[in-house]
Structure formats: structure tokens, C-alpha cells
């Protein structure tokens, strides 16, 4: 099947900080990758999507300024969270849409922000 | 905004019964998704169901896409403890409504086996 990969697997940083999450389809090509966060015990929360080369497409809420999408090519988008606040603490999932529009998911990453 | 509901919330079953959970919706979907999430991973897709009345089986797992297009179900026959888990549903819009490839996830039945 689909594999799609994520890293780092966990991430604690300090507060005021940026952090990088990758997001790599690694069997196939994805135009278009998703970028979800997850609060425990909660179902999944769609923040964007990220289009290969082009802007990310952002949901209602989410501050595009702090959640930096890129998706420079067809197997990679990253998302960069800036000046990381201990609210943003959190499970971040993505995934990566496959020929028949269904969508595979990452492993997560889990930030930590202290 | 387009939501799913998903139930039961959660199910405690022995080993070797067998399990069904359905969502429901407002809306037309053209495609239903149902995804399993162990805890700290990401959700593993195990079904997708792309036709009105489309009846799909993968192993001990069988869904349906409602004929309505509103709704579907997941069977798990003959549970085992490694059936533990959270199953989401999740349903992609028809593209005439502005939908794209997003999806619109229910919120998840919770799933216990007991040895």
C-alpha cells in the first residue's frame, strides 16, 4: 500500500521557537497533501491543504502566518510552525492523496512545546 | 459545516464477537472512507467505498456506502484483541458541492476486546 512518511516522530521544543515538520509520500506522487491536528481523544482536525507548487489552502481559524505550509515538490510538504507557543502543543498528522483520491496518512509527529 | 455522525462512541466486546459502527450524514458524499488509529500513530486506511450501494470487504472487515450516499457501516467479524483501536469514518464531498479531496471525519468509535 500507500506509504507515507513523517518527521521527526516527536519534537519538544522551547517556547518562541520554530519547528519543522516533513511530510513525504514515498511510493508515489501526491499533488495535493493535508495537514491535520489531532487533540487527545479527539478526531481529526483539518488545518490546511497544501498544494505542490502552489500556496497551501488554509481552513477557517488556522493563522497562515504561524503555520507555514510548503509543498515544493511532488513527494515533500513541510509545515513549519513559528514562534511556538505551549498551546500549540499537539499530535500533527498528514496526509497524502493517492490516484483515486484516497487519502494516506503519516505516522504523526508529536510537539511539545515547553 | 458538513458533519458526520459516527456511533456507537465506543464498544467493549469479548473476543470473537463480532462488531458494527455507522455514521450518518446531512450530506451526499461521493466517496466514504473508514480509517483505524492505534494510539501516538496515524490513522491506517482500511476500507474506501467510491459507489451508492458498494459493498466492500478487506479480510474479517466489511462497509457499505449507504444507497442514500448518506451514510455507511463498518463490520468487524470474529474480533481479536489486536482489533483494539479508534475507527474513524470519513466522507469526501461531491465535487459539484466545492468539495475536493477533503474529508470530513466523524469522531471516532473506540474499540476494547477483551481477551
Known amino acids: 500500500g500507500a506509504v507515507v512518511s513523517q518527521h521527526p516522530s516527536r519534537v519538544i521544543c522551547k517556547s518562541g521557537t520554530s519547528v519543522k515538520i516533513e511530510c513525504r509520500s514515498l511510493?508515489?506522487?501526491?499533488?495535493?497533501m493535508f495537514w491535520y491536528r489531532q487533540f487527545p481523544k479527539k478526531s481529526l482536525m483539518l488545518m490546511a491543504t497544501?498544494?505542490?507548487?502552489?500556496?497551501?489552502?488554509?481552513e477557517q481559524g488556522v493563522e497562515k502566518d504561524k503555520f507555514l505550509i510548503n509543498h515544493a515538490s511532488l513527494t515533500l510538504s513541510t509545515l513549519t510552525v513559528t514562534s511556538a507557543h505551549p498551546e500549540d502543543s499537539s499530535f500533527y498528522i498528514c496526509?497524502?492523496?493517492?490516484?483515486?483520491?484516497?487519502?494516506?496518512f503519516g505516522p504523526g509527529t508529536r510537539l511539545t512545546v515547553t | 459545516g458538513q458533519q458526520l455522525n459516527q456511533s456507537p462512541q465506543s464498544m467493549f466486546i469479548q473476543e470473537g464477537e463480532d462488531v458494527s459502527m455507522n455514521c450518518t450524514s446531512s450530506?451526499?458524499?461521493?466517496?466514504w472512507l473508514w480509517y483505524k488509529q492505534d494510539p501516538g500513530e496515524g490513522p491506517v486506511l482500511l476500507i474506501a467505498?467510491?459507489?451508492?450501494?458498494e459493498l466492500t470487504s478487506n479480510g474479517r472487515l466489511t462497509a457499505q456506502f449507504g444507497i442514500t450516499r448518506k451514510d455507511s457501516f463498518l463490520n468487524i467479524s470474529a474480533s481479536i484483541p489486536s482489533d483494539v483501536g479508534i475507527y474513524f469514518c470519513?466522507?469526501?464531498?461531491?465535487?459539484?458541492?466545492?468539495?475536493?479531496?477533503?474529508?470530513?471525519f466523524g469522531k471516532g468509535t473506540k474499540l476494547t476486546v477483551n481477551p
Open positions: 497544501s498544494n505542490e507548487g502552489s500556496k497551501a489552502t488554509y
Open positions: 470519513a466522507g469526501q464531498l461531491e465535487a459539484a458541492q466545492g468539495g475536493s479531496e477533503k474529508l470530513v
Open positions: 467505498l467510491y459507489k451508492a450501494g
Open positions: 450530506s451526499i458524499f461521493n466517496t
Open positions: 496526509s497524502a492523496v493517492g490516484l483515486v483520491y484516497e487519502q494516506y
Open positions: 511510493d508515489f506522487q501526491a499533488t495535493t
